[in-house]
């Protein structure tokens, strides 16, 4: 026989979740902080490989392709 009553598990297992505006606000920030560095690193690297036709073909790809990617 257990020592538990079941009103102290049921309180145990349905503890109220709570949500912080800040908590919110911070994630939300943090995906676009993240989302312009990508697309800034993206850029860069377009950049690099319209600059420098040897990598692009290193990696397989032309400048033609490059181009597409920027659309």
């Given at each position: 026989?257990s020592?538990?009553?079941?009103?102290?598990?049921?309180?145990?297992?349905a503890?109220?979740?709570?949500?912080?505006?800040?908590a919110?606000?911070?994630?939300?920030?943090?995906?676009?902080?993240?989302?312009?560095?990508?697309?800034r690193?993206?850029?860069?690297?377009?950049?690099?490989?319209?600059s420098?036709?040897?990598?692009?073909?290193?990696?397989?790809?032309?400048?033609?392709?490059?181009?597409?990617?920027?659309?």
């Open positions: 026989m020592c538990y009553s079941h009103r102290e598990r049921d309180a145990a297992f503890a109220p979740r709570t949500f912080s505006l800040r919110v606000l911070s994630r939300i920030a943090d995906h676009l902080r993240r989302a312009r560095d990508r697309r690193q993206r850029q860069e690297l377009i950049d690099y490989l319209r420098d036709h040897r990598a692009a073909r290193d990696l397989g790809i032309t400048v033609y392709d490059v181009d597409y990617f920027c659309r």
